[in-house]
């Protein structure tokens, strides 16, 4: 229903900022909601960030709230994660995830990209 590809990730010192990019294709994206979650080694896969269909609620985890900004542009089928004020602890890889239905545990969703890594180097 969804196909999703992740851009944007890299290496970047603590304070720095990026800007993750996730690209979907397919004819259910418009009616989705779409988050994003990470996955640091020998953890588990986390929530970070979530939008609904229309863009008009976000949801975010509350370590990055206030650093962290999640986006979409239906007209162009992206999603954006704007990430200031990167601390050491942001390091993972992060992955792009789409459903009809919000939720915090990413075993509910049911679209995912490859992932991109973020990593924040001291």
């Known amino acids: 229903q969804v196909d999703l590809v992740e851009s944007g990730g890299g290496v970047v010192r603590p304070g720095g900022s990026l800007r993750l990019s996730c690209a979907a294709s397919g004819r259910t994206f418009s009616a989705s909601a779409m988050g994003w979650f990470r996955e640091a080694p020998g953890q588990d896969r986390e929530f970070v960030a979530a939008i609904n269909w229309s863009g008009s609620n976000t949801y975010y985890e509350d370590s990055v709230k206030g650093r962290f900004t999640i986006s979409r542009d239906n007209a162009k089928n992206m999603v954006y994660l704007q990430m200031n004020s990167l601390k050491p602890e942001d390091t993972a890889v992060y992955f792009c995830?789409?459903?009809?239905?919000?939720?915090?545990?990413?075993?509910?969703?049911?679209?995912w990209g490859q992932g991109t890594q973020v990593t924040v180097s001291s």
């Open positions: 995830a789409a459903d009809h239905q919000y939720s915090t545990s990413w075993t509910t969703w049911t679209a």
